[in-house]
């Protein structure tokens, strides 16, 4: 049995860790950024996100004051037992965004959309969202919490099979050129691109491939792999820089994710993951014992199945 | 930081003489009073007419364009930890009543405003913008806080929206985006990045399905 009491625990560590602790994989990336950088405003913007990284860590303070709207993705393996239920575990995650809000502090940004009521905690109407996943043959839970703005540097648009991979690039330059202008989308970003699904579902998975995805990651199928280097080439050829500056520093990384979709479509969505990539996930086993990492290994070959039985492969025993 | 960009430090309130030495791309440290607005503040401030919340002595004269990440202990005093601008196209409409009213030389903010705004709200009320760095300086801006003195409207319109008055000491870094004359960085960059923009168009189609309001013009800024 999972007792509420340690993941409660562990979602407040989680908090404070996003908040204050850019992940490493997104730390190497923007340092190979800096290493080629030529434009020296661009230059300049990264060499300030880096110190600030530093000062971030060194006061435990937010790296960014934006905090975002915080959000968690919940893996629960198949044998997990947790204290209150489902109930328990909403009851305790909505408890700990108060509490972290508060306590490290973030910045309370979460309000009603037309009466702008601020309950001054990041708690309120369907917030924080919380996403489930499950995984077999496990008996663990899986936390994980991203902060990302919400202003800018995501659409969706409906594409055709007509339209093809030039249309799925050209929809990307439109994305990060239009927001990636003035810095809006606070670049170097990781670009998630979501492809297929349903509408909703197509929004999801870009969002996901943004946050929940480590720098240097690839999608599993081959082409699909290709196309990510081929579209972070790209973004990293429009000639913008941090802030939207003469530059090459646009895309630390470009991930895809894919759904099937309707026969007739070919829906497309793009999130832009910010020089505050904040991200941090724990593993809870069912003694009580915590790990942390930064990666949330959220997509998984049983999360990207395409057929209608799953079964676990089997290990091959060494010889 | 080393750097080969220009760098000032400006102590606050500053003159307009003052003002006029920077030139758009330079690095800017503040020392002295600041003040938060954005939103809330202008809509209760300009279409509510209630006024600004203090005296212009006890604001100073610049405007930042955020809200912190902070909380409020239990003996009443402040806990500001990370701070960092939010986007300011969108408070353009609100200007030029809040120059007169406010007063303030120097808005704080990201992104800026386009040098049409900055010709016809700014150049005429002596004031310049300065674009916060990153986005997402944050930490390091809130080194620069060395004192909250003040905070109004908390109760009416919540910690996110208040008027934090803080006491700053090289605060930074900043980058002018534009001067005394409304030119704009961000737009002398977009017209070097345009050609080369073009270029990678080149030979593409545009989508099958058309959005109303679209344009095919990529030298044009959405904000």
Known sequence: ?319 | MANRLKTVDLVLPTQTEELRQLEIGTIVYLTGRIFTAREGVYKRVIEDGVGMPAPREALGSVNFHCSPAASVNGDGTYNVGAVTATASFRFAKWLDGWFKQSGCNIIIGKGGMTSEAYRELFVPNNAIYLTTVGYGTGALLGRGIKGVEGVYWMEELGLAQAVWVLDVARFGPFIVESDLDGNSLFERENAKMASGIKALYEGTQPATLRRYGETDDKTVEVI
């Open chain 1, 1 to 319: 049995m999972i007792v509420l009491s340690s993941l409660q625990q562990t979602a407040e560590d989680l908090m404070a860790k996003a908040a204050i602790e850019i992940p490493d994989d997104y730390l190497v990336g923007l340092r190979r950024c800096a290493d080629t950088e030529k434009g020296d405003l661009s230059a300049f913007v990264i060499q300030a996100m880096l110190e600030n990284y530093d000062a971030a860590k060194e006061d435990r303070r937010a790296m960014c004051g934006d905090t975002g709207v915080p959000r968690w993705y919940v893996k629960i393996g198949n044998e997990a037992r947790i204290e209150g239920g489902p109930i328990g575990l909403e009851a305790t995650l909505r408890r700990a965004t108060a509490h972290a809000t508060n306590s490290i502090p973030l910045r309370p940004n979460r309000v009603h959309p037309l009466w702008r009521t601020d309950h001054n905690n990041n708690v309120g109407i369907n917030a924080p969202e919380i996403e489930y996943a499950f995984h077999p043959d496990a008996d663990w839970i899986e936390l994980t919490t991203v902060h990302k703005g919400g202003l800018f540097g995501s659409d969706y648009r409906m594409l055709f099979p007509g339209d093809g991979i030039d249309g799925i690039k050209r929809f990307f330059l439109d994305t990060l050129i239009s927001f990636g202008r003035r810095g809006l989308a606070c670049q170097p970003a990781i670009i998630g691109v979501g492809l297929g699904g349903s509408k909703d579902a197509c929004m999801v998975l870009g969002k996901q491939a943004s946050c929940l995805r480590t720098v240097g990651s690839r999608n599993p199928d081959p082409k699909i792999a290709a196309l990510e280097d081929e579209l972070k080439l790209l973004g990293n050829s429009i000639g913008m820089g941090a802030m939207g500056f003469m530059g090459s520093s646009m895309v630390v990384d470009c991930h895809i994710e894919t759904g099937y979709c309707h026969t007739g479509g070919m829906p497309m969505s793009v999130h832009m993951f910010c020089l505050s990539s904040r991200r941090a996930s724990a593993r809870v086993h069912a003694d009580g014992h915590v790990e942390f990492r930064t990666d949330p290994m959220w997509f998984t070959d049983y999360s990207r199945r395409s057929t209608v039985e799953w079964e676990t492969p089997q290990m091959i025993a060494a010889e």
